[in-house]
Nanobody
Framework: QVALVESGGGLVQPGGSLRLSCTASGIDSGRTIGNYAVAWFRQSPGEERSFVAANRWRDGHTTYYTDSVKGRFTFSRDNAKNTVYLQMNSLKPEDTAVYYC???????????????????WGQGTQVTVSS
């Protein structure tokens, strides 16, 4: 059973930066997180969970972003460490949310932005952007 643990959240002023990490454990021997599509989602109080970014290592390393974070957030991986990252720059108050990491072994491109496509989820890390 794959387990995901997020870290790196916190309180930051508008315009500031944070880097979230998501580390996977329980991956079968001979495989790494590179065998999975991995996504970041976020959920603000009173809002539904929404897609932030996702990457399929096998998909030509293509990364997908929601429009509101393009140019500010960057998804990266270290497959050897079974860890993915979300570098968040120029943070805005509307970025405040709990951020979740999700992984799935059979996520197809047309569903990469859909939470139900992912098999494993972390517990989330709080990001608060406020002055």
């Amino acid at each position: 059973q794959v387990a995901l643990v997020e870290s790196g959240g916190g309180l930051v002023q508008p315009g500031g930066s944070l880097r979230l990490s998501c580390t996977a454990s329980g991956i079968d021997s001979g495989r790494t997180i590179g065998n999975y599509a991995v996504a970041w989602f976020r959920q603000s109080p009173g809002e539904e969970r929404s897609f932030v970014a996702a990457n399929r290592w096998r998909d030509g390393h293509t990364t997908y972003y929601t429009d509101s974070v393009k140019g500010r957030f960057t998804f990266s991986r270290d497959n050897a460490k079974n860890t993915v990252y979300l570098q968040m720059n120029s943070l805005k108050p509307e970025d405040t949310a709990v951020y979740y990491c999700a992984a799935g072994a059979g996520v197809i491109t047309s569903r990469i932005r859909i939470g139900a496509a992912y098999d494993y989820w972390g517990q989330g890390t709080q990001v608060t952007v406020s002055s």
